[in-house]
């Protein structure tokens, strides 16, 4: 039998409490619904058992079980029918809170709450997908989050859809592997019950069986919706990212971590990591490569779109922000050069009234109290300008620090790169080039051998070793521009950080002048 969900027990315990004032956050109307019927007839028969009436402003009242009530439209007049109501009953509301802008319907639920319980028990319950919730009611409201389906609700899903195919069903993949079911239902945690059926009836209709990519697309429609966050298609392979192996081997040990079979086995859900380290060394590539990896969707968080004008709204949209993040659960959320979205933030008693503050406490309690399945890469190329509670253990599971390519990784980067452009890497001298490119970051290898490439294209010839090497020699490397910074930069992160790197002898020098080709 399956275990109600936190929200079934929060709700059967307000009303079996007496609270007559409830405001449920959801945007399913049927489970919520199903869930009060439930809990009103959990006692048929006895002086507890509760009526189950809903009221929308184009049917009036209807009892849950879908037989007509009363053509009563006017919100006023429904709170007074509710208020006139003879017998236990839970009313739900639908889609109330545009009427709560209305001083009258809010001093109308303030007498309300103070005479639905006698003599009959009667409850109201506003049902809406989004808060709004006036503060002349903040003291007499009980604000329940209704949860989305569980993973025994989405199995139970997956099943009856299953079941639906008939005898194509011995075909089905997910119906033969329990492994590749279990995935599927991870996929598809934080879908909505209508969500997850129409996104499996169309992966059915598309590829023959339940897919896990389908399923990532349904998401991806969920935060475009959003507007604050960006759905990021991920294309790097985990083998685009050269070097950072230390990285790599924490990266591929947490692959799994996410699934039931670990939190049976006692895991812990990870939090994140901070990438700290050189521009142009591989950390946003290493966000999106985990997304291809852990087969998790990758969320984009700007967060100079968080800030917004109008007072209050900031918080709100960190707040919505993370709301949606957990919506889709599991799933990557990468915030890229961190400092600079939180720039100001010491100054911000001063320079906007405490807003950046705000956000950003916000966003680091969440981060350090959450137990939802989103793990956070967040980035950043200078640590003098990330907020020191930031840096404090348990913000994220671990800091990794990427420095300059070493030899290796640098040669292992000419690989990918020039694989990438067709082009065969025996053919090139990679030690040559390795050494010729001391003291570089991997953006600008690439840009070399791009810059090589359409040298090669206007003089109508092939990209060779040559070419290559000339193209190193008109970038001015950032380990010449940024020398003392980079300097400072690895002296800080000696004692407070790991290496994302194996070999952690070997320090990159920095080439006292430009090499001659």
């Not at 009036?60 to 439209?73: A, E, K």
């Not at 809010?106 to 709004?132: A, E």
């Not at 590829?207 to 991806?220: A, C």
């Not at 859900?269 to 950390?283: S, Y």
């Amino acid at each position: 039998m399956t275990e109600p969900s936190p929200s079934h027990v929060q709700l059967d315990h307000l009303i079996r409490a007496g609270y007559p004032l409830i405001y449920v956050v959801s945007s399913e109307e049927d489970r919520v619904e199903e869930t009060l019927r439930a809990i009103g007839e959990r006692d048929e028969g006895s002086r507890q058992a509760r009526q189950g009436i809903r009221w929308s402003i184009t049917e009036g009242f209807v009892r849950l079980d879908g037989t007509p009530h009363s053509d009563v439209r006017d919100p006023i007049a429904a709170l007074e029918y509710a208020d006139n109501f003879e017998g236990n009953a839970v009313f739900v509301l639908r889609d109330f809170h545009p009427y709560l802008k209305d001083p009258s319907v809010v001093r109308k639920l303030r007498d309300l709450s103070h005479s639905l319980y006698h003599p009959h028990r009667r409850h109201i319950v506003m049902l809406s997908p989004l808060l709004k919730l006036p503060t002349e009611l903040e003291k007499q409201v009980a604000v329940v989050d209704f949860d989305l389906p569980s993973r025994d609700d989405l199995r139970a899903i997956v099943d009856e859809v299953v079941e639906q195919v008939g005898s194509r069903r011995e075909s089905l993949k997910v119906h033969k592997d329990p492994e590749l079911k279990e995935r599927v239902v991870e996929a598809a945690l934080g879908l909505t019950r209508d969500e997850a059926r129409h996104v499996f009836a169309r992966s059915l209709v598309a590829v023959k069986d339940l897919d896990i990519e389908e399923i990532l697309g349904e998401k991806k429609q969920i935060i475009r919706k959003s507007g604050l966050l960006e759905y990021y298609e991920s294309r790097s392979a985990f083998g685009d990212v050269g070097g950072l192996n230390q990285l790599k081997t924490w990266l591929k040990k947490r692959q799994l971590a996410f699934s039931q079979s670990a939190r049976d086995f006692g895991l812990p859900l990870p939090k994140g990591i901070l990438l700290i380290g050189v521009p142009g060394c591989g950390k946003s590539l290493t966000a999106k490569a985990v997304s291809a990896l852990w087969q998790m969707p990758l969320l984009r968080l700007d967060v100079g779109k968080v800030f917004s004008s109008l007072v209050g709204s900031s918080e709100e949209n960190i707040r919505q922000c993370i709301r949606t993040a957990e919506a889709v659960a599991p799933a990557i959320l990468w915030l890229d050069e961190l400092e600079k979205g939180f720039a100001g933030m010491a100054s911000s008693g001063q320079s906007d009234a405490g807003t950046t503050a705000r956000v950003f406490a916000s966003f680091i309690t969440w981060l350090q109290e959450k137990e939802s399945a989103v793990f956070v890469i967040a980035t950043a190329n200078d640590v003098s300008l990330l907020p020191p509670e930031l840096l404090r253990k348990g913000r994220f599971d671990e800091i990794f620090f990427v420095d300059l390519p070493k030899a290796t990784e640098r040669s292992e980067i000419f690989r990918i790169h020039l694989d990438k452009n067709k082009r065969n890497p025996e053919d090139f001298d990679l030690p040559g080039l390795t050494q010729a490119s001391q003291g570089y970051s991997g953006s600008e290898i690439e840009q070399a051998i791009i810059s090589a490439l359409y040298d090669a294209f206007e003089a109508g010839e092939d990209i060779t070793t040559a070419r290559v090497r000339h193209a190193l020699q008109e970038i001015v490397p950032l380990s010449q521009t940024m020398k003392e910074k980079l300097d400072a930069m690895r002296h800080w992160a000696r004692t407070r950080a790991r290496t994302a790197s194996v070999d952690e002898d070997e320090l990159t020098a920095v080439p006292e002048s430009r090499i001659e080709m």
